[in-house]
């Protein structure tokens, strides 16, 4: 059980050009929540050196970080899984989203775009 829950979690996770979303761990080998981690790491080391925790990051030092987490994750797409989604897919897309508990409701944030790559 947990002792505490914040009051705010996050997500990545990658869809193709039309926002479809679509399974990381199928499509990379690895999971989203892995994947979070990679791009989190790589927004302390945007952030940190300025004295910001990452929740106070700037779209574009989340975009940073999602162009640096593009580079290590695209290269592992596994084209004969993308095949097997049905549609064409000409492109991948990874999304952060916040979600906050605000007044008792879950809030969601708008998705920032943070890696693209076109197929």
């Given at each position: 059980?947990y002792?505490?829950?914040?009051?705010?979690?996050?997500v990545?996770?990658?869809?193709?050009?039309?926002?479809?979303v679509l399974?990381?761990?199928?499509?990379?080998?690895?999971?989203?929540?892995?994947?979070?981690?990679?791009?989190?790491?790589?927004?302390?080391?945007i952030?940190n050196?300025?004295g910001r925790d990452?929740?106070?990051?700037l779209?574009?030092e989340?975009?940073?970080?999602g162009?640096k987490?593009?580079?290590?994750?695209?290269?592992?797409?596994k084209?004969?899984?993308?095949?097997q989604?049905?549609?064409?897919v000409k492109?991948?897309r990874?999304?952060?989203?916040?979600?906050?508990?605000e007044s008792g409701?879950?809030?969601?944030?708008?998705?920032?775009?943070?890696?693209?790559?076109a197929?």
């Amino acid at each position: 059980m947990y002792s505490h829950l914040d009051k705010e979690a996050d997500v990545l996770y990658v869809t193709d050009q039309t926002d479809r979303v679509l399974p990381m761990e199928k499509l990379f080998g690895t999971s989203s929540s892995t994947q979070k981690k990679v791009f989190i790491t790589e927004l302390k080391e945007i952030c940190n050196p300025k004295g910001r925790d990452t929740r106070d990051a700037l779209p574009d030092e989340r975009s940073a970080a999602g162009a640096k987490l593009g580079e290590k994750l695209f290269p592992k797409l596994k084209p004969h899984n993308l095949a097997q989604m049905g549609g064409e897919v000409k492109g991948l897309r990874i999304y952060y989203k916040v979600f906050t508990v605000e007044s008792g409701a879950i809030a969601t944030g708008a998705p920032q775009l943070v890696a693209e790559k076109a197929l």
